[in-house]
């Protein structure tokens, strides 16, 4: 069988791990390459809803490792910003104020440390066999009954984008069995459409999720 076409066990296009290995490259390297036109990009998007959300199962003073920093500190709680790219890093915080770092999920070394994790859009593009081991590290570096955000893309298999960027697709049942078998017990679970009016418009599972 040639590697383009192996399939995994739902018939999905499965890529070998030397071609994750370029996936995970090239997906960091579209980040690097366009960082100003992504976060001028995303600036906008309307995440207030979610946000609040997330905050209702956090106290009052959270210290809370994600993206929307700059709303979270507006709210009166330490946040920590964490991204596989420098050059989002650096436009995090300088754009936030907050403390940023560049690390990858599935290696930050925290343990038991934030009362939220607010992880959007950003465990998409690990392979799968890496999705669940990332679960456990955000699990670990999450204080007993701390919280996760996370929103993936439904679907089967995965696709290299033309742009380079790896995304895995995963069914709500995959979820529930990847954070359960990670230690997280889901909360809340919905799936919402972007609003704009894009002709494919991907379908987001969205998840609260609570570290036992
Ligand atoms: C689709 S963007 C989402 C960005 C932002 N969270 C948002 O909601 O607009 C994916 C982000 O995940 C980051 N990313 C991808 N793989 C990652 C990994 N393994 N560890 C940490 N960050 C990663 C990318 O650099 C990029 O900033």
Redesign the pocket.
């Known amino acids: 069988m040639s590697e383009d076409n192996l399939k995994g066990p739902n018939g999905e296009d499965v890529l070998s791990s030397v071609r994750h290995d370029a996936a995970v490259a090239s997906?960091?390297r579209f980040?690097e390459d366009h960082a100003v036109e992504?976060f001028s990009w995303?600036f906008g998007?309307q995440?207030q809803f979610v946000l609040d959300r997330f905050l209702s199962h956090l106290p009052a003073k959270a210290s809370i490792s994600g993206?929307d920093l700059k709303f979270f500190l507006s709210r009166g709680h330490c946040a920590l910003g964490?991204?596989?790219?420098t050059a989002?890093v650096q436009m995090a915080a300088q754009h936030s104020g907050a403390p940023c770092e560049v690390?990858?999920?599935?290696s930050i070394s925290y343990e038991d440390r934030f009362d939220g994790i607010w992880a959007?859009?950003?465990l998409l593009?690990?392979p799968r066999d890496a999705f669940r081991p990332?679960l456990r590290c955000l699990n670990r570096a999450l204080k007993r009954g701390g919280t996760l955000f996370m929103a993936v893309q439904e679907g089967q298999g995965e696709a290299i984008l033309p742009d380079g960027r790896l995304y895995v697709y995963y069914s709500e049942d995959d979820i529930r069995k990847s954070l359960d078998a990670a230690g997280l017990a889901v909360d809340e679970l919905w799936t919402s459409q972007n609003s704009a009016k894009a002709v494919h418009q991907p379908v987001w599972i969205n998840v609260i999720a609570t570290a036992r």
């Open positions: 997906t960091n980040y992504y995303t998007a995440t993206r964490i991204d596989a790219s989002l690390a990858r999920i599935e959007c859009a950003s593009h690990l990332a």
